[in-house]
């Protein structure tokens, strides 16, 4: 089975603080990426990344950075998070080529106050 | 550019019946493939059913099946036998096979309630 971990389940961090999401997978796949879900928009894809150090822009990338030192390791990260960064995160990963399922992670619901 | 459109946010259904949640898609890829997943109130993403624009024949996974009609650019979800189990918010979503464009794009979901 592949099992896709994210670091928290619930955080709750303060306007201007750096923020640290961490997503592990444990089946040895290419691609991860990261997505905000808010009500009425769907998934939102933020970034991604298709092998160790590489990364692409998603369609909502800006106030996060991410990073991938590791294959099975996947971060993202809110430099000075705002109010408007409260969302449910979740993380996925699928393998290399296009006609695989993502598999995501449980979510990370990150409450900026 | 890719998009998905699915136009019921709420749907209720009577257990033991069938329920269709409609999916529409608008892309430029001639190859791609359209996905179904299903999030229950727990907040997890389960995928349910894949089909590529190829295939030639609707795919089916248990009670779930996929009507595909690729010239009206539809791809509904058919959930035969409703329980109260599949109470949950359906995802229709996307990829296209050019470039890099590894990433799905998804809907906005249908949040789905099936009735004792």
Redo the contacts between chains.
Sequence with gaps: DVKVTQSSRYLVKRTGEKVFLECVQDMDHENMFWYRQDPGLGLRLIYFSYDVKMKEKGDIPEGYSVSREKKERFSLILESASTNQTSMYLCASTRGGTSYEQYFGPGTRLTVT | AQK?T?TQ?GMFVQEKEAVTLDCTYDTSDPSY?L?W?KQPS????I?LI?Q?SYDQQNATEGRYSLNFQKARKSANLVISASQLGDSAMY?C?M???SG??????????TQLTVLP
């Design positions: 998905i699915q946010p493939g996905f997943y727990s907040g997890e993403m995928f894949y590529g995802f979503a990829r296209g096979f890099s464009a590894r990433q799905l794009t998804f809907g906005s979901g």
